[in-house]
């Protein structure tokens, strides 16, 4: 049975590998980062962190075993600021990069005859990765917070699982630009693979794990993006061996949360002396939404 007949894309599925205590996760984005990405005009080095970022949030996210949300960001000395990907286990989506414009010409000029393109680490710099979970309800909310390490924020995401959840972790993502008409298109793919805790019955599951990181190592980064093939056929392609099962495909789509509500109930947390300091000529404070760009006009 095949779920993401071609064009399908847009969404987060779950695989286990039928012998071995493996698991994992696959996410496709297209009209939804698209979406995002259309917000803003950010320049190509930056939609593509800002993509690679999205992949990853709706990665870990769809695994989470609670509604809720998953909040990525890092954070940094570079000329990044900071990248935010905020995942609703629902399936919405929304992100935004905040960055220094004239550092990141000079970082663009610096690496010219570079053949790489500028990586997480060479943009954000010296800094941290952080996981929130945010749980529906009257659960508590949880912050992971580890140093960013590597060139990837899929290694920044594989040393987070190693230091605070200690959970052997494999992650690739993918991020792919073509030019139309209309502008560019973007498409995103990520795919993860963890191993199950051993216990009495599995007894030590490392060499399974590595069996099975063997083999994903073989995953292309063009197979992630490429949408006209289907996910079961390349899952087929790495792990048909060991046999893998794919279940059911999980929308994802972009969705801001803002509201005239939201923002208007932010305003009035300032105090009056503050509120007044917002006043833009026409009477009104002008608040602009950094994932999705729009503007609320709020009467004071």
Request: include cysteine; aromatic fraction near 8%.
């Amino acid at each position: 049975m095949s779920n993401d007949t071609p064009p399908y894309q847009d969404f987060s599925a779950r695989f286990v590998i039928d012998t071995l205590p493996v698991h994992g996760r696959v996410v496709r984005l297209g009209d939804s980062l698209n979406a995002i990405l259309a917000a803003h005009s950010y320049p190509d080095e930056i939609a593509h962190l800002v993509s690679e970022a999205c992949a990853l949030a709706v990665l870990v996210g769809s695994a989470l075993k609670f509604e809720g949300r998953l909040i990525m960001q890092a954070q940094g000395e570079g000329c990044v600021r900071y990248v935010v990907a905020d995942y609703d286990t629902r399936g919405g989506l929304r992100a935004f990069c905040r960055y220094d414009e004239t550092e990141l010409k000079d970082l663009i000029a610096a690496n010219a005859s570079e053949f790489t393109s500028l990586g997480a680490r060479a943009l954000i710099g010296k800094g941290t990765f952080i996981m929130t979970l945010d749980p529906d309800g009257q659960m508590d909310r949880y912050q992971g917070v580890t140093p960013i390490e590597g060139d990837s924020l899929s290694l920044c995401a594989e040393h987070y699982f190693a230091q605070s959840e200690q959970i052997p972790t494999q992650i690739k993502l993918a991020v792919s630009r073509e030019d139309s008409g209309d502008g560019p298109v973007w498409r995103a793919g990520g795919a993860m693979i963890q191993a199950i805790a051993g216990d009495l019955s599995r007894g030590e599951t490392r060499e399974a794990f590595d069996h099975i990181r063997a083999l994903f190592a073989t995953l292309g980064e063009d197979e992630l993006t490429d949408f006209s093939l289907e996910t079961e056929r390349l899952l087929y392609r790495l792990f048909h061996e060991d046999g893998v099962r794919l279940s059911t495909f999980k929308d994802v789509y972009q969705q801001c949360r803002c509201s005239q509500e939201r923002v208007e109930s932010l305003v009035q947390s300032f105090s009056p002396e503050e509120q007044n300091d917002m006043i833009e000529p026409d009477g009104k404070v002008h608040i602009t939404c950094e994932y999705c760009s729009k503007t609320y006009f709020i009467s004071l």
